[in-house]
């Protein structure tokens, strides 16, 4: 078993709402915080990567451990309307997304970068629908685009079923996609009102190269979006996450997202106390 480590822990670009890569760098130092996923493009009102960002995280000995790669055309106002235009699935604009993964890859390339995790889209539960051979396809392309020098595409999870995941992959194996992984986040589990996060993660572990550390609350009604709330307020039992991932020796990062909230830094200043207390637990 690996112990898990405080220096294990980064924080999303986007989560920050930063204006530019020094409001970046500060936030990120005063989070104590010494990794960070980039948005190489933009993402929830995010303007993604800034020329420079690079070198000025450095000036803190902060690197940027992981990308993320954004699609245009989701819509978020409902479960239902992200089912129908999350990721790649949409005819109309996968000419133009297409040409931003390809700009991402490059801006990868450029920085050093291995990982980049993306939303393919609600995946298909069952191979002989329609849909799963185009978003089979599509992100078999895709992770092409990022396995020049070594680099992975990370499927974040949430959208579906741990089992459709990992049908899913193995799809994507038998395409020559070898570079297809998982950046697992838990709590986009209960937003969905998919699986239980922790269960999950066990089905999970052996292809998850890295992890969003998001919390959060199944809806109350069909139809609805559940609540993210800080890190340690809602429903993952993160003792039993970390458990799971020292277990099998992981050794990557655990990413903090938040995207609700007006007190993003002291939000996550909470979420890290509660996670490094998860740590210490599963250490002794």
């Known amino acids: 078993m690996k112990t898990q480590a405080e220096a294990q822990i980064g924080v999303c670009s986007w989560s920050l709402q930063a204006t530019g890569p020094r409001d970046l760098a500060e936030k990120v130092n005063a989070l104590g915080l010494k990794r960070v996923q980039l948005g190489l493009t933009p993402h929830r009102d995010d303007p993604g990567a800034w020329e420079g960002t690079q070198d000025i995280l450095a000036e803190s000995a902060i690197e940027i ?8 055309g989701e819509d978020y106002s409902t ?16 000419d133009e997304n297409w040409e931003l993964a390809k700009a991402a890859a490059a801006t990868a390339k450029q920085m050093g970068v291995k990982l980049v995790s993306a939303h393919a889209g609600f995946l298909p539960h069952e191979p002989s629908d329609p849909n799963f051979d185009k978003l089979s396809g599509r992100v078999a392309d895709l992770a092409g685009l990022f ?9 974040e999870t949430g959208q579906e079923t741990a089992e ?6 193995d799809e ?15 709590a986009n589990m209960l937003l969905y009102d998919m699986d239980e996060p922790v269960e999950a993660l066990r089905q999970l572990v052996s292809c998850v190269q890295q992890v969003h550390v998001k919390d959060a609350l199944r809806p109350t009604a069909k139809g ?9 307020a809602g429903a993952v039992d993160w003792t039993a996450f970390v458990r799971i991932l020292a277990e099998a020796d992981f050794d990557g990062s655990y990413i903090f997202e938040r995207e609700a909230g007006d007190n993003r830094v002291g939000d996550i200043t909470q979420g890290i106390a509660a996670l490094t207390e998860a740590m210490k637990a599963v250490s002794v």
Not at 79 to 94: A, K, N
């Open 79 to 94: 479960p239902q309307t992200i089912r129908e235009t999350g990721g790649v699935i949409l005819d109309e604009y996968w």
């Open 172 to 186: 994507m194996k038998k395409r020559g996609a070898q570079n297809v992984t998982v950046n697992f986040d838990p």
């Open 224 to 232: 609805q979006w559940g609540e993210e709330v800080v890190v340690g």
């Open 147 to 155: 396995a020049e020098d070594g680099g992975w595409l990370l499927l």
């Open 65 to 72: 451990v992981s990308g993320m790669f954004s699609t245009i």
């Open 164 to 169: 459709t995941l990992l049908i899913f992959i």
